[in-house]
């Protein structure tokens, strides 16, 4: 018995198959895993090159395939700043999910 509840689980497993064993596998599945090959192992460099390559390349493709604001020059410098901190992931900040109204830098 477990649980403490008069419930004993061995009835359970012997009554849904869970303590049997597992069946054989088949022929088709056997001839797969013999015909596989070993898999080259990724680095960490190589993730590394990709994630920085893509952002580097994303904001540049997003800078010039959408237009700008056309009153970007008139705004004052310290507004835009500010406005682009409140944008998750834009100058390291991001919005913690578990409490309203606060932040975290990376």
Do not use: Q, Y
Request: aromatic share 4%; glycine share 12%; charged share 15%.
């Amino acid at each position: 018995m477990s649980g403490g509840n008069g419930f004993d689980d061995s009835v359970l497993g012997r009554a849904t198959g869970v303590d049997a064993p597992p069946p054989a596998p088949s022929v088709e599945l056997l001839r797969a895993v013999e015909g596989s090959k070993p898999v080259r192992t990724r680095t960490r460099f190589g993730a590394a090159l990709l994630v920085s390559l893509v952002g580097l390349v994303a904001p540049a493709i997003a800078l010039v395939h959408g237009p700008l604001r056309r009153d970007l020059a008139g705004l004052p410098v310290a507004w835009v700043i500010a406005a682009a901190r409140s944008i998750p992931g834009v100058c390291g900040v991001f919005r913690s999910s578990w409490s309203e109204g606060t932040t975290r830098t990376p």
